[in-house]
């Protein structure tokens, strides 16, 4: 819920290749099948529409990974605004381009990756499972770590871990 930029660091930061590590597990919830969350959490310029809405599911984080993924892309956020709630309007209204001189370098398959991921209506965005299976991200994965992150993104969320908290550990790309 609360998926971020921010939040992704690397093991060593001197480096380069050292694995990539996904921290702040602060407001991470278990989600229940078919229930719905209704607090709203998570920093403006990542969180989903539904979030704003008070009625979401996991699929939240898919759409914050898009922002991710955008960001990472073109160095500038899909949603823009001078304010957080001038932002969060933005959000809301669901529209964001991919300015050609922000993203002439960047593939049609990354471009069609990102806009899954920001699919306003939930029951076309992406679940992690699908994600892991586009071409454009498959395409660069060694195909045992992809099978592990399917794995994770299988049953990441159905058991406690051995501490009987339901938060995952930090996990490592």
Same mark, same amino acid.
């Given at each position: 819920?609360?998926?971020k930029?921010?939040?992704?660091?690397?093991?060593?930061?001197k480096?380069?290749?050292s694995p990539?590590k996904?921290?702040?597990?602060? *407001?991470?919830?278990h989600f229940? =099948?078919?229930?719905?969350l209704?607090r709203?959490v998570g920093?403006s310029y990542y $969180?989903?529409? !539904?979030v704003l809405?008070?009625?979401?599911?996991?699929s939240?984080d898919?759409w914050?990974l898009?922002?991710?993924?955008?960001m *990472?892309?073109?160095g500038a956020p =899909?949603f823009y605004?001078k304010t957080?709630?001038a932002?969060?309007?933005s959000? $809301?209204n669901? !529209?964001?381009?991919?300015?050609h001189?922000l993203f002439?370098?960047?593939?049609?398959?990354?471009?069609?990756?990102v806009?899954? *991921?920001?699919?306003?209506?939930t029951?076309?965005?992406?679940t992690?499972?699908?994600?892991?299976?586009?071409?454009w991200?498959a395409?660069?994965?060694?195909p045992?770590q992809?099978?592990?992150?399917k794995d994770?993104?299988r049953g990441a969320?159905?058991?406690?871990?051995?501490?009987g908290?339901s938060?995952p550990e930090?996990?490592q790309?």
């Amino acid at each position: 819920r609360d998926l971020k930029l921010e939040n992704w660091v690397l093991e060593s930061g001197k480096d380069v290749w050292s694995p990539l590590k996904l921290i702040d597990f602060g *407001l991470s919830t278990h989600f229940t =099948p078919g229930h719905k969350l209704s607090r709203v959490v998570g920093s403006s310029y990542y $969180v989903a529409p !539904e979030v704003l809405k008070k009625s979401y599911t996991e699929s939240c984080d898919l759409w914050s990974l898009g922002v991710i993924v955008y960001m *990472l892309l073109s160095g500038a956020p =899909p949603f823009y605004g001078k304010t957080d709630e001038a932002i969060k309007a933005s959000i $809301v209204n669901g !529209e964001y381009t991919f300015p050609h001189e922000l993203f002439r370098d960047v593939s049609d398959e990354a471009m069609a990756f990102v806009s899954t *991921l920001l699919s306003y209506n939930t029951e076309y965005r992406y679940t992690a499972e699908q994600a892991l299976t586009h071409p454009w991200l498959a395409a660069n994965l060694d195909p045992d770590q992809l099978q592990r992150a399917k794995d994770g993104a299988r049953g990441a969320h159905l058991d406690p871990n051995e501490n009987g908290d339901s938060r995952p550990e930090p996990m490592q790309l």
